[in-house]
């Protein structure tokens, strides 16, 4: 399933990676193994280090191993929600037409 992954580095944790020189090598290598569909990366609306991150999850069962990196490595904030591209989209609009037909009122 395509899910969103967010990602808050605060921004003491992200200041003592960038000093040590640890910031781009770990984001780096965290994103290899993670293999990802896109990454954007700005500072948020709180002034941390963000990321928005489109990936692939097979199974609930790999959440550990795609958050236990940004926790060790950053202490970050994560949250994951599904998300749809414009074909997905197209594929769910019969069973938006039925819940319309059954819900709408």
């Known amino acids: ?3 969103l992954l967010r990602v808050s580095i605060p921004v003491e944790t992200g200041n003592a990676a960038a000093k040590a020189g ?3 090598s770990t984001v780096k290598q965290i994103l290899a193994d993670l293999k990802p569909e896109a990454a954007y990366f700005f500072a948020d609306d709180n002034g941390q280090r963000s990321g928005s991150i489109v990936f692939d999850m ?3 069962s790999e ?3 795609i958050c236990e990196p940004w926790f060790l490595a950053f202490n970050a904030k994560v949250s994951f929600r599904p998300i749809m591209n414009p074909e997905d989209l197209a594929k769910a609009e019969p069973s938006i037409g039925k819940a ?3 819900y709408g009122k």
Request: aromatic fraction near 0%.
């Open 22 to 24: 640890t910031l781009g």
């Open 100 to 102: 319309a037909k059954q």
């Open 63 to 65: 959440i550990p191993a």
């Open 1 to 3: 399933m395509r899910m």
């Open 58 to 60: 097979k199974d609930s």
